[in-house]
């Protein structure tokens, strides 16, 4: 072979080598995407035990009992309750759906495995017992249970159990309410109007009271507003949670994995749905440290100096970022 042509030869193997070469990588890195065994894995969503599994013993007789009540609370502890007569008509799953059991429906999953701990609501480290009396204060303007009761230690060991295998500090995934993306504006009540009346109205009524069950003791679908719904001081009558909790469960039979409901949606019917009266709650003794208040608190005085009216209704990012560069 003379030497231009085995000049020509050599260069023309180094080419193909350099080819070859880009080809093998971009090959892997298709591979990294597209094959499930080269990529890092999402954590599943966490699935709660089977209540069928629990066995018919004493502490199975009490997880079942314990699962009733927050099923059918209005049945044992609503106004007309066969045991006692300590909240309004409305049931724990109302809230907490599918007895605190559906992913993203503000289930129990992560209660166990994270308290106790200090809420800057009450400036305090919490019990579950505090977090159970909390909802029957607030998401049912009740009373509180007997924190040494039978009731009280039935919730707990249901609400434990459902936590079973969950890590001590753990939050798995589909535990948590989801956190809708701020809009660039406030939300509007008056648009919020318009997706009730197309999307809310038909289960949840015209004036927002609910459908109560044939027997008159609770409700099939609750009130979302009125004398019979939750109070100011619920942790719902925040729009962020209010907004995640619509994104995520409503209308019936929407789920996380495919909602119903745009993000403006979500937020204008949480401001449609928490701009209606509801019952007052004494929370003059909450927030001990108003610098812990969350960014949508509806209630004054903040440390951050922005008004009520934006602190319910938005737009929030003014507040999140005035709030982060508090803490630089």
């Not at 880009?22 to 990294?32: I, L, Q």
């Not at 994270?114 to 607030?138: A, H, L, M, Q, W």
């Not at 249901?158 to 956190?179: A, E, F, H």
């Amino acid at each position: 072979m003379t030497k231009p042509l085995l000049i020509a030869f050599l260069f023309t193997s180094l080419i193909a080598t350099f080819l070859l070469a880009c080809n093998d990588y971009y090959t892997d890195k298709k591979k990294n995407v597209s094959n499930p065994s080269q990529t890092v894995e999402e954590e599943p969503v966490w699935i709660g035990p089977d209540l069928a599994s629990v066995s018919d013993d004493e502490k199975g007789r009490l997880i079942k009992y314990g699962h009733e009540l927050i099923v059918n609370t209005a049945e044992y502890l609503g106004p007309k309750g066969s045991v006692l007569h300590v909240s309004n008509g409305m049931n724990c799953q109302n809230c907490h759906l599918n007895g605190g059991a559906k992913p993203y429906g503000n289930n129990y999953f992560a209660v166990y495995s994270t308290y106790p701990k200090f809420r800057e609501r009450s400036g305090s480290n919490e019990t579950i017992v505090k977090r159970v009396n909390d909802c029957f204060e607030r998401s049912m303007n009740g009373k509180p249970l007997d924190s040494t009761g039978k009731e009280m230690n039935a919730i707990i060991t249901y609400i434990t159990w459902l936590g079973t295998d969950v890590p001590k500090g753990k939050l798995p995934r589909g535990s948590n309410i989801t956190s809708v993306p701020f809009l660039d504006r406030a939300a509007d009540p008056k648009i919020g109007q318009i997706a009730y009346t197309a999307k809310c109205q038909s289960c949840h009524g015209v004036d927002g009271s609910g459908i109560l069950k044939s027997d008159g003791k609770s409700y099939l679908f609750p009130p979302l507003w009125g004398p019979k719904s939750y109070n100011d001081g619920a942790g719902l009558y925040r729009l962020s949670r209010l907004a995640g909790y619509i994104k995520d469960n409503m209308p019936l039979g929407a789920r996380h994995e495919k909602p119903q409901l745009s993000d403006e949606e979500a937020w204008d019917l949480a401001a449609y749905i928490n701009s209606m009266p509801r019952p007052k709650k004494d929370f003059s003794k909450d927030w001990p440290s108003i610098s812990g208040k969350p960014l949508d608190h509806p209630f004054g005085p903040y440390a951050d100096g922005y008004s009520e009216q934006q602190s319910k209704y938005g737009p929030f990012d003014p507040i999140k970022k005035a709030k982060e560069e508090a803490k630089k």
